[in-house]
Protein backbone atom coordinates (compact mmCIF):
# COMPACT_ATOMS: atom_id res chain seq x y z
CA UNK A 1 0.00 0.00 0.00
CA UNK A 2 1.32 2.77 -0.69
CA UNK A 3 -0.13 6.56 -0.90
CA UNK A 4 0.06 9.28 -3.58
CA UNK A 5 1.68 12.89 -2.47
CA UNK A 6 0.45 15.87 -5.34
CA UNK A 7 1.20 19.83 -4.51
CA UNK A 8 -2.78 20.05 -5.63
CA UNK A 9 -3.64 17.66 -2.71
CA UNK A 10 -1.58 19.69 0.37
CA UNK A 11 -2.68 23.02 -1.51
CA UNK A 12 -6.12 21.21 -0.63
CA UNK A 13 -5.67 20.24 2.75
CA UNK A 14 -3.67 23.28 3.78
CA UNK A 15 -5.04 26.54 2.11
CA UNK A 16 -2.42 28.73 3.91
CA UNK A 17 -0.23 27.61 1.25
CA UNK A 18 -2.63 28.05 -2.11
CA UNK A 19 -0.46 31.22 -3.31
CA UNK A 20 0.98 30.09 -6.59
CA UNK A 21 2.76 33.45 -6.61
CA UNK A 22 4.63 32.99 -2.97
CA UNK A 23 4.42 29.07 -2.92
CA UNK A 24 5.14 27.68 -6.84
CA UNK A 25 4.62 24.19 -7.13
CA UNK A 26 8.33 23.16 -7.65
CA UNK A 27 8.92 24.65 -4.38
CA UNK A 28 5.93 22.80 -2.44
CA UNK A 29 7.32 19.58 -4.56
CA UNK A 30 10.59 19.89 -3.27
CA UNK A 31 9.07 20.34 0.32
CA UNK A 32 6.87 17.54 0.14
CA UNK A 33 9.62 15.31 -1.12
CA UNK A 34 12.13 16.37 1.87
CA UNK A 35 8.71 15.38 4.49
CA UNK A 36 8.76 11.50 2.78
CA UNK A 37 12.87 11.50 4.56
CA UNK A 38 10.76 11.50 7.82
CA UNK A 39 7.29 9.60 7.07
CA UNK A 40 7.25 6.94 4.19
CA UNK A 41 4.46 6.71 1.75
CA UNK A 42 4.17 2.84 2.02
CA UNK A 43 3.33 1.13 5.34
CA UNK A 44 0.90 -1.80 6.21
CA UNK A 45 0.58 -0.51 9.91
CA UNK A 46 -0.63 3.14 9.13
CA UNK A 47 -4.19 3.54 7.17
CA UNK A 48 -3.18 5.70 4.27
CA UNK A 49 -5.05 8.88 5.18
CA UNK A 50 -3.57 9.03 8.09
CA UNK A 51 0.08 8.79 6.56
CA UNK A 52 -0.21 11.40 4.34
CA UNK A 53 -1.36 13.55 6.39
CA UNK A 54 1.77 12.99 8.39
CA UNK A 55 3.85 13.34 5.35
CA UNK A 56 1.85 16.67 4.74
CA UNK A 57 1.76 18.05 8.10
CA UNK A 58 5.99 17.54 7.92
CA UNK A 59 6.40 19.35 4.65
CA UNK A 60 4.07 22.61 6.47
CA UNK A 61 6.73 22.03 8.95
CA UNK A 62 9.73 22.24 6.98
CA UNK A 63 8.03 25.43 5.14
CA UNK A 64 7.20 27.61 8.24
CA UNK A 65 10.63 26.76 9.43
CA UNK A 66 12.27 27.77 6.16
CA UNK A 67 12.55 31.40 4.76
CA UNK A 68 12.20 31.72 1.44
CA UNK A 69 13.60 34.29 -0.74
CA UNK A 70 10.62 35.83 -2.05
CA UNK A 71 11.56 36.79 -5.38
CA UNK A 72 13.53 33.63 -7.06
CA UNK A 73 11.33 30.73 -4.21
CA UNK A 74 14.52 29.63 -3.08
CA UNK A 75 15.27 27.89 0.02
CA UNK A 76 17.69 30.30 2.02
CA UNK A 77 17.74 28.34 5.70
CA UNK A 78 15.77 25.61 6.69
CA UNK A 79 15.76 27.01 9.72
CA UNK A 80 16.32 25.18 13.15
CA UNK A 81 15.63 25.53 17.21
CA UNK A 82 18.30 25.12 19.13
CA UNK A 83 16.69 25.90 22.50
CA UNK A 84 12.94 27.24 23.30
CA UNK A 85 13.09 30.65 23.63
CA UNK A 86 10.68 31.62 26.55
CA UNK A 87 11.02 34.96 27.31
CA UNK A 88 11.57 38.44 25.34
CA UNK A 89 11.56 42.20 26.30
CA UNK A 90 11.42 44.85 24.04
CA UNK A 91 11.34 48.23 25.47
CA UNK A 92 9.15 47.95 28.44
CA UNK A 93 7.12 44.54 27.58
CA UNK A 94 8.43 41.64 28.71
CA UNK A 95 6.83 38.36 27.28
CA UNK A 96 7.42 34.93 28.58
CA UNK A 97 6.00 31.71 28.03
CA UNK A 98 6.06 28.46 29.63
CA UNK A 99 8.92 25.86 27.80
CA UNK A 100 7.62 22.69 26.17
CA UNK A 101 9.10 19.66 27.88
CA UNK A 102 11.07 17.17 25.01
CA UNK A 103 12.11 13.94 25.93
CA UNK A 104 14.87 15.26 23.04
CA UNK A 105 15.80 17.64 20.44
CA UNK A 106 13.98 16.18 17.00
CA UNK A 107 10.52 16.08 19.64
CA UNK A 108 11.83 19.81 20.37
CA UNK A 109 12.36 20.80 16.81
CA UNK A 110 8.63 19.17 16.25
CA UNK A 111 7.07 21.40 18.96
CA UNK A 112 8.47 24.24 17.12
CA UNK A 113 5.21 24.95 14.79
CA UNK A 114 1.95 24.13 15.35
CA UNK A 115 2.24 21.97 12.24
CA UNK A 116 4.81 19.44 14.26
CA UNK A 117 2.47 19.54 16.99
CA UNK A 118 -0.14 18.16 15.26
CA UNK A 119 2.24 15.66 13.58
CA UNK A 120 3.99 14.62 16.77
CA UNK A 121 0.46 14.20 18.66
CA UNK A 122 -0.47 11.82 15.63
CA UNK A 123 2.67 9.53 16.04
CA UNK A 124 2.27 9.43 20.04
CA UNK A 125 -1.85 8.48 19.46
CA UNK A 126 -0.89 5.68 17.20
CA UNK A 127 2.06 4.31 19.15
CA UNK A 128 4.36 5.19 16.17
CA UNK A 129 8.28 5.99 15.85
CA UNK A 130 10.35 7.89 13.35
CA UNK A 131 10.67 6.53 9.97
CA UNK A 132 14.12 5.33 8.70
CA UNK A 133 14.74 4.60 5.28
CA UNK A 134 16.43 1.26 4.88
CA UNK A 135 16.15 1.01 8.41
CA UNK A 136 15.21 -2.91 9.51
CA UNK A 137 14.61 -2.22 13.19
CA UNK A 138 11.46 -2.50 15.18
CA UNK A 139 11.19 1.02 16.11
CA UNK A 140 11.06 2.64 12.31
CA UNK A 141 7.70 3.11 10.98
CA UNK A 142 6.23 0.60 8.38
Not at 58 to 75: F, G, K, N, R, Y
Not at 119 to 130: D, F, S, V
Amino acid sequence: MSVVVTVNDFRQAFPEFSDTTSYPDALLQRFLTWAQAYISTQSFYIKDNIRLLLIQLMAAHLITLSEIDPQTHTVVSMGGVAGAEISATVGGVSVSKQAQISKDSLEQWLQSTGYGQQYLAILQAHNLGMYFVGNPRAWGIK
